[in-house]
């Protein structure tokens, strides 16, 4: 049996994309205001949800779970790469193409991890003083990621699985118990291949709806059949992947939580 014959054509063009935004959460209907659209996007809500559930579940992974940690924890993620590391990231380039003022980035950026090391350092009283380890690596690979330093070594897929991924479950279970385990090792490679799995779909996916400006092409089927292609036909698989990715960790960390706080 034959394969399909794919022929596309990419124009690379700084200008506005056809595909509908810079991504497929970009310009809820709900929201109306440019502003809030932009900063919306900016905050990557899907992503941050799913990053956040690698927090939950790392949290969660053996019992007893203690709330106050659970809820600092989560707080500080959220600020460090939901709102700090994602204000870097737009500041480095401007990849989502918004008109947000560079102080404001900046300001939103130094709040965002600064808030997150405050509440780090909360935790050296309530967990351990080996905290400040975990504290230390996130605003390196915060900054370094982000901004690309050291001529970008550190903007790589193996690092995104770690820092994202792996990461947020790891500091998650030592700030619950004070030390990691196997198991968490365990999930934290879990973590580290769903993340690495992001990044391969999101790649392309960027690369059409940020950096091309039409796709023209046909998909030719075994027995003759000609199926168009067309932005929005490529980006289907992809974000959808993306979209279920995100729900399935979600999902997980709400099962976990229920697992642990439901009285028995």
Not at 106 to 135: H, K, M
Request: net charge positive.
């Amino acid at each position: 049996m034959g394969l399909p014959i794919i022929v596309t054509t990419f124009r690379p063009s700084s200008k506005k994309s056809p595909a509908g935004g810079p991504a497929f959460y970009a310009r809820p209907k709900l929201l109306t205001h440019p502003k809030t659209q932009q900063w919306w996007t900016l905050l990557h809500p899907p992503y941050t949800a799913m990053h956040l559930s690698y927090v939950v579940i790392g949290a969660c992974l053996v019992g007893p779970v203690n709330a106050v940690r659970l809820v600092i924890t989560v707080l500080a993620f959220f600020l460090a790469v939901g709102v700090g590391a994602h204000a870097l990231d737009e500041l480095h380039g401007r990849p989502l193409s918004t008109s947000i003022p560079t102080w404001q980035l900046v300001a939103v950026a130094c709040l965002g991890l600064g808030g997150a090391v405050a509440l780090g350092v909360i935790g050296l009283f309530l967990v351990s003083p080996y905290l400040a380890l975990f504290i230390v690596a996130g605003v390196a690979i915060a900054l370094s990621y982000n901004l690309e330093l050291f001529h970008s070594r550190w903007h790589s897929d193996v690092v995104f699985a770690l820092g994202w991924g792996a990461f947020p479950v790891l500091t998650a279970y030592f700030a619950q118990h004070g030390d990691l385990s196997v198991s968490a090792l365990g999930v934290a490679a879990f973590a580290a291949f769903i993340s690495q799995t992001q990044r391969q779909l999101s790649t392309p996916a960027r690369l059409i709806r940020r950096r091309t400006s039409s796709i023209e092409g046909q998909q030719v089927l075994v027995d003759g059949t000609i199926v168009p292609i067309s932005s929005e036909s490529m980006l289907r698989p992809f974000e959808r992947a993306l979209s279920s990715l995100c729900w399935a960790t979600v999902v997980l960390a709400f099962a976990l939580l229920y697992l642990r706080f439901h009285p028995h």
